[in-house]
């Protein structure tokens, strides 16, 4: 018997595609224009945050 769950758990894509990239000089994500992702309302607002993973990979305790 398949748990309830199961039957509608999808693979994962992977990561997933985000209108901006991390600056490293500047340690901010930046759009494609040069402005900061995070002054982007409309970006925000559909994205929900501009969450980088960069803390992560250089900070232990992120």
């Known amino acids: ?10 693979p994962q894509t ?3 595609a985000v209108p901006y990239a991390f ?5 901010v994500n930046v759009l ?4 900061y992702a995070a002054e982007d309302t409309a970006l925000l607002a559909r994205l929900g945050s501009t ?3 960069a803390g992560s ?3 232990w305790d992120d």
Do not use: I, N, V, W
């Open 1 to 10: 018997m398949t748990p309830f769950a199961l039957q509608y758990a999808r």
């Open 14 to 16: 992977g990561e997933p």
């Open 23 to 27: 600056d490293q000089a500047e340690q």
């Open 32 to 35: 494609a224009g040069g402005g």
């Open 51 to 53: 969450a980088s993973t």
């Open 57 to 59: 990979k250089t900070h």
